[in-house]
Nanobody
Framework: VQLQAFGGGWVQAGGSLRLSCAAS????????WGWYRQAPGKQRELVAA???????DYADSVKGRFTISRDNAKNTVSLQMNSLKPEDTAVYYC??????????????WGQGTQVTVSS
């Protein structure tokens, strides 16, 4: 199973970016998706997550600004980020809690994509 994340970049404060992540390989089903971020010198933190039923949860710092969505048919997840702030600057990682064709259940991580918000 491979996860490919893309859509990061540079934006001024108040701007928007959309991240996407696609899973490929021997996937039977993805239970849950998550977006995490890690800023320099800080621990990786959960930004947003969405369950198989579409229930989403967000870190307090991004509520009302970020929206996570998933496409079960395409095994993709997106993170729409609006009203970006300099403190949102980080490397963003997607994670999939997946079940493979071999009935392995484990978490898979994407390679990370840089988001930089300038003031």
């Amino acid at each position: 199973v491979q996860l490919q994340a893309f859509g990061g970049g540079w934006v001024q404060a108040g701007g928007s970016l959309r991240l996407s992540c696609a899973a490929s390989g021997s996937i039977r089903y993805i239970n849950a998706w998550g977006w995490y971020r890690q800023a320099p010198g800080k621990q990786r933190e959960l930004v947003a997550a969405v369950t198989s039923g579409g229930n989403a949860d967000y870190a307090d710092s991004v509520k009302g600004r970020f929206t996570i969505s998933r496409d079960n048919a395409k095994n993709t997840v997106s993170l729409q980020m609006n009203s970006l702030k300099p403190e949102d600057t980080a490397v963003y990682y997607c994670k999939a809690a997946a079940i493979t064709f071999y009935f392995d259940v484990r978490d898979y991580w994407g390679q990370g994509t840089q988001v930089t918000v300038s003031s």
